[in-house]
């Protein structure tokens, strides 16, 4: 069949979701049709939940009837060709899909090894498909022995929630000598290692998987210090890389990286084409090098740049470019990072600088529900521009790291961040004398 | 008896502390001589809290033993004149301290009110020593019925704290015909009124005392209504006045408002003599007009901005004025205000447009320790800038809320917040598709 729309979206995750509702918003009276191929997808940061936190997978299905709801057409099935010349997109089922603007958003795949084994059965990358992923679930219920390979945020987050399975042997293992390696330095990931070894994960570095072993099913994996160890399950967070094929065999230009190449407003090398979230090169904030962060919050924001700008710039990007900025919740802690941490930034040859607090989130620290919070602060010593920050610490965490981003993508200084203007509450934050970003950055005169 | 001292402060609360903590980082050589008049003192924004939340009044003691560890020489005095001619203070005790930089952080005094029986026994204007509000916890104890004067955020957190104990008869009473008039919009407003009343609180809108009777104790009051209410206890959160006298009589120039004229650096016409905290005169970041915001956060910003620079302007203030930032906690309910709202800025005549948000702080939203979020920002219609920002939701609030606050001390547009990159969690945060600063952002399209 032939459909003619005015956007044409390809993908199903977050970005096509907030490509979708920012143009409904800023165009109206277009019409909006997204394409996806599978059935029935997931909210991507929510997979791990769907282990054990939330009651049942079906709570993390990536929902659709709000956005059927504002009129976007909705429809299952896979663009295979886009045809530039004539602006048609052509798919599997032989429908062709005529469009005035067209936004790829068709994300990223799980990284594989290429290793003996990785093809037996239970062994799962993460796809983010929920009948794939509710297959997952049902394996690891009835698994003894379980792996997760990689010690980054999935890996870290899939563990713990893995350790509050009862009767597992959970093993984790990372090939760098500590956990979250990209996003902290090593204080931080030293408090996670605790936290994971105390709900009895047992956790393994410097460590190779070499070779999975099994007949049809895995039944062990072979590692680089010359173990074997039995496994019912793997669970592989090894990152991803983008999902560039379509673009690329249309002709589109490729960025240094392995994505997309996109220009500030996301416009590929066709100014009627946009490209979103994890397929999308993205250059860092810091230095304009390829950064290729796959995050739905990076994505989303690229989603909402395309989509306000589809049909005329409309909503100019002031930022300079990607930061990484994440956060995640292990059984009570919580850790979050953005920006350089001291050793990224010394590996990028940046002139640094640190300052560091440590405290309760409460004042008086003995009122009710108070955490401990531990902040680091990466500054440039010459410049004194705040360039990265590190929190571990209680719930209040997850949006200290988001003050932190903003203060990022604003160029603070440190004089700034001493002379901030902040609300302060026994129930919700350190004592105004004592308050944590401010401290931190008073700290630095003692690196200096 | 005669001292000498590098550095003199005068003033026994946070901004005391923070100059005298910041003046030991930056001038270790210096020495330092605080002269306080309360033998103890206490916690500001903890006074509400010793009532019900805090095991024992004692945990709200303000410390002075970790200033003393610095080697800060504490003195219980009260200072009763300054001779700047010759550098020195004379104190009631009749020493006299000599001085190469002193500062003024002397407070404020209550608001009390020019009505019959207001010096009644057991009515309590919040005076914050140690021994007056421990005697005041204990009247509490044994009262029956309790008035609270005064619907700012003292007297919310007072009302609330009150209604935990069993068997008071709690009002609230506010002459204006709202709670939190000054910091929120109504729609806010309502939402302190409800949680409140269901626990129990009576609320008197629109209604002023106009006599407080009894003999030797209070027993009763009488209302601008005509009704006459029992009272065995009036708690007065009505406010305060800088404490400016000292100030005043050594020739000090006074601002326009009722603080002491202090410049960027919190320097007074004199430039050995700094003044910080309640008693310096404050310019509105907005308008530059008098803005007299009382808080211990502002208190203290100030003082790192004076103890950095007495001897030489080291930390530059890149601030353009104050700004009124402010959290509370209601038993779960938390509010938080920044800057002006829709109410204040129209009184100001700026032309603004608001966006609103309404969700969960968790995604999916059925996870554990989710709470409502609602959120609403102010721009400038014209230039899109942010000008204030109002919060209510669970624990997560008390920090975005400084998210908000360092938007607009770096004043970030509504485009900025719309492509602002966030770390989002399901823990922590909404999802990345509905990050509450950017839809609220957004929003702002259907206001214009």
Same mark, same amino acid.
């Given at each position: ?30 019409s ?71 936004v ?5 795949k ?56 009862? *009767?597992k ?20 990931s ?21 070779k ?10 072979s ?15 090894l ?28 416009r ?54 990607t ?52 902040i ?35 160029n603070?200084?440190i ?17 105004p ?13 003692? *690196?200096?």
């Open positions: 069949m032939q459909f003619s729309t005015d956007i044409l979206i390809i993908g199903g995750g977050p970005a096509s979701v907030v490509v979708a509702n920012t143009a409904k918003k800023y165009y109206p009276q277009k909006i049709t997204i394409i996806k191929d599978k059935k029935i997808g997931v909210i991507p940061c929510g997979i791990p939940y769907m282990i054990y936190s939330l009651s049942k997978p079906e709570d993390n299905i990536m929902p659709f009837d709000a956005i059927e709801k504002l009129g976007v057409d909705v429809k299952i099935d896979r663009a295979i060709k886009i045809k530039r010349d004539d602006k048609t997109v052509i798919t599997e089922n032989g429908d062709i899909y005529s469009y005035e603007k067209l790829i958003a068709t994300g990223s799980p990284i594989t090894l290429n290793i003996e084994g990785f093809n037996l059965k239970n062994v799962f990358p993460i796809f983010k498909d929920f009948e794939y992923l509710k297959q997952m679930v049902d394996s690891i219920k009835k698994a003894k022995n379980i792996i997760v390979l990689g010690g980054g945020f999935i890996g870290v987050e899939f563990a713990d929630e893995l350790s509050n399975l009862k *009767d042997n959970v093993y984790l293992i990372e090939i760098k000598d500590r956990l979250l390696p990209n996003s902290f330095d090593p204080e931080f030293d408090l996670v290692k605790s936290k994971l070894e105390n709900k009895g994960v047992n956790i393994l570095l410097d460590t190779k998987v070499e999975i072993l099994g007949k049809e099913n895995v039944e062990r994996v590692l680089s210090d010359g173990r074997v160890i039995d496994a019912d399950v793997v669970v592989c967070g990152g991803g890389v983008p999902n560039v094929e379509l673009a690329k065999s249309c002709g589109l230009d490729m960025g240094k990286g392995k994505g997309i190449w996109v220009d500030e407003y996301m590929t090398s066709d100014r009627d084409i946009f490209a979103v979230g994890d397929c999308a090169g993205k250059r860092d904030f810091f230095t304009r090098r390829d950064n290729p962060v796959m995050l739905a919050s990076v994505a989303t924001a690229e989603a909402r740049i395309a989509g306000a700008n589809l049909y005329e710039l409309k909503v100019i990007r002031e930022n300079k470019g930061i990484g900025i994440f956060s995640t919740y292990i059984s009570g802690l919580v850790l979050a990072s953005v920006g350089l941490t001291e050793t990224s930034a010394k590996e990028e040859n940046f002139e640094v600088v640190v300052g560091n607090y440590e405290g309760i989130d409460k004042h008086p620290g003995n009122l009710p529900y108070g955490s401990k919070i531990k680091k602060l990466v500054f440039s010593k010459q410049s004194g521009i705040l360039m990265g920050g590190q929190v571990a610490g209680g719930f209040s965490a997850g949006e200290i790291i988001n003050i932190i981003g903003m203060a990022i993508q604003k603070v200084s004089t700034e961040l001493e002379t901030f203007q902040m609300a302060t509450h026994p129930y919700l934050t350190p004592a004398t004592k308050y944590h970003l401010v401290i931190a950055a008073q700290n630095v005169l003692e *690196d200096l």
